[in-house]
């Protein structure tokens, strides 16, 4: 892997996290991610199972790990199962985790580490021990995938081979426990973060009149890995002008013009954490007058949404009161009109036609990461702070976006270094 090795004892405290959580004599089961295929005989890149690599940092294909924390035999109770390597394997695909490797990863020991091949043998000892069983599943509430996964599959084969047994949804607890980032989470996603940083200013002096959007984004992938990222964490918006009022504009094939507002939703990856930051800057170097009123109405809302992350909010209340603060900065921009909000229906506020997604999500392993929007905030918890106003009929759109960690007495924002100030911004790109 590019990332630098991590402390195993993140990943045993982590399993030691689940164990707690799980009711007596129980069996969890966590298989990583398949290969995805292209076309032909092609293959998409390899991204691990975030669960499985929470719990056990293994970031290889056909990874399995049993918790079975009550077993009478102790060699039972956490078992990793790896691919077993070959000389052929070897020259083909290159190295795989040794038993010895897996152990220094995960803080499992090796004499429970067993080849994928040696599974049903070794699984029929652990699961008639168990009163029930926790079998994974991708609970999101933005998941609209048809593809099924390796645990999808098990599923259906566990059902059919052990039909008496008492199955539990592992998802909620998962959930539970990635949305409190311990300490040596936080600096991975600060590494990310840094990463995004060195990647940002570059391209502040590299963005000017002319340039396309694709090659900006060429210009983002250099940052990215030569610092040792595996690349974007999500497919990277690079919007010019009228194209930064598509929220999800992925083109990046516009050419940048001279007095375009450029939008950039950009993140880097490391160790399978993610940053999401976003930005808008002047292509000319200068913000118009207009411009630079909807920068700062937005920075405002992004300053009071970012106090508003503390611990004890709740997730809908806090969007609401956001919106309250968006109105204001839309009607000062004439946008709104005062009387009309004061008549609106409450449930279709008129603020939604300039601001028409959310504020913030859970940041982590994923970008729109797991967690519980009823749950209120704790130490811990990271989410983005994103608001945005996109005026389709100025060809205007202005996002901006940090990475927020709350703490016990209110929060830090982990992106508090990278230039959002639009003075700065103007600076740094007229140096």
Partial sequence: MRYLPIDNQLFVRNRQRLVQQLKPKSLAILHANDIMPTN??????????????????????ESILVLCPDHPDERFREVLFLRETSELIEIWEGHKLTKQEAEETSGISRKNVYW?????????QIVFEAEQVYLNTNEHTRN????ETRDMRFIKQFKERYP?????????????LRAIKLPQEVELLGRAIDITDTMFRRLLKFVKPGVWEYEIEAEMMHAFLMNRSRGAAYTPIIASGKN????????????????????????????????DMTRSIPVSGRFTPRQR???????????????????????DEYHKEVGKIMEAE????????AQ??????????????????GTSHFLGLDVHDVGNKYRRFEPGMVFTCEPGIYIREEGLGIRLENNILITEDGNLDLMGRIPVEADEIETLMNE
């Fill in 40 to 61: 032909a005989d092609g293959t998409m890149t390899f991204r691990q199972n975030n669960d499985l690599f929470y719990l056990t940092g293994v970031d290889q294909e």
């Fill in 116 to 124: 994928t091949h040696q599974f049903e043998a070794i699984f029929i």
């Fill in 144 to 147: 609209g995938s048809e593809v």
């Fill in 164 to 176: 008496l047994h008492r199955l539990e949804r592992l998802a909620p607890v998962m959930h539970y």
């Fill in 244 to 275: 930064a009022c598509v929220l999800h504009y992925i083109d990046n094939s516009a050419q940048c013009q001279a007095g375009d507002v450029l939008l950039l939703d950009i993140g880097a990856e490391y160790a399978n954490y993610n940053a």
């Fill in 293 to 315: 009123a909807v920068y700062d109405a937005v920075l405002r809302v992004m300053k009071a949404a970012t106090d508003m992350l503390r611990p004890g909010n709740l997730w």
């Fill in 330 to 337: 839309l009607i000062g921009l004439g946008l709104l009109d």
């Fill in 340 to 357: 009309a909000v004061a008549k609106q229906d409450p449930d279709a506020p008129l603020y939604k036609k300039y601001f028409m997604h």
